[in-house]
């Protein structure tokens, strides 16, 4: 199916240093959302954006609902070795509000 | 934060047998759940679509005969693997679509998961 264009694949980051990652769809959506994933567990939400041009905080997390509503970045500041997993970003839209998923950026973070 | 439940986390068995796999909102109603599948190293990929009274909706190539999913309630969806295989071994992520509650509105929150592997 349909997915989303999520990049990094990977980052091998030093504890303190902050992350940038970011989505892009040929198709608008109505909300992006944040997800992360650490191994044999289900995706947590981290931050849900719903009108496009907003940013919204969550700690030392800050993502953007992209103006032309095609794109949605996550940043981490201030990296702690608890940040380590899987980070998807999703897009939602149609009636049933079905997500269409990013491929995932896997964080690795050096103590 | 909303809670879905998703029962067992893990499950073995026999080749041929039927497995069933329970997901509940335990915090909000959930008019909608998603059932999903994940392969190691990989996105989740949509399964099927279940409202609450009425037939799920399958994604393509699921075959709903294999993959019998009921939604009985606001908060309860099942997802039964019938006559399992070993090619049916995975993982296995269901979500829930918020209705009404505590939590923020038509957002999917996600059990999590159920690691089925059939000998």
């Known amino acids: 199916g349909q997915q989303l264009n999520q990049s990094p694949q990977s980052m091998f980051i030093q504890e303190g240093e902050d992350v940038s990652m970011n989505c892009t769809s040929s198709?608008?959506?109505?909300?992006w959302l944040w997800y992360k994933q650490e191994p044999g567990e289900g995706p947590v939400l981290l931050i849900a954006?719903?009108?496009?041009?907003e940013l919204t905080s969550n700690g030392r997390l800050t993502a953007q609902f992209g103006i032309t509503r095609k794109d949605s970045f996550l940043n981490i500041s201030a990296s702690i070795p608890s940040d380590v997993g899987i980070y998807f970003c999703?897009?939602?839209?149609?009636?049933?509000?079905?997500?269409?998923f990013g491929k995932g950026t896997l964080l690795t973070v050096n103590p | 934060g909303a809670v879905v439940s998703q029962h067992p986390s893990r499950v073995i068995c026999k080749s041929g047998t039927s497995v069933k796999i329970e997901c509940r909102s335990l915090d909000f109603q959930a008019t909608t759940m998603f059932w999903y599948r994940q392969f190691p190293k990989q996105s989740l990929m949509l399964m099927a679509t279940s409202n609450e009274g009425s037939k799920a909706t399958y994604e393509q190539g699921v075959e709903k005969d294999k993959f019998l999913i009921n939604h009985a309630s606001l908060t309860l969806s099942t997802l039964t693997v019938t006559s399992a295989h070993p090619e049916d071994s995975s993982f296995y992520i269901c979500s829930a679509r918020s209705h009404s509650g505590r939590v923020a509105k038509n957002i999917q929150y996600f059990g999590a998961g159920t690691r089925l592997s059939v000998l």
């Open positions: 198709s608008i959506f109505n909300t």
């Open positions: 954006l719903y009108k496009a041009g």
């Open positions: 999703a897009g939602q839209g149609g009636s049933n509000y079905k997500l269409t």
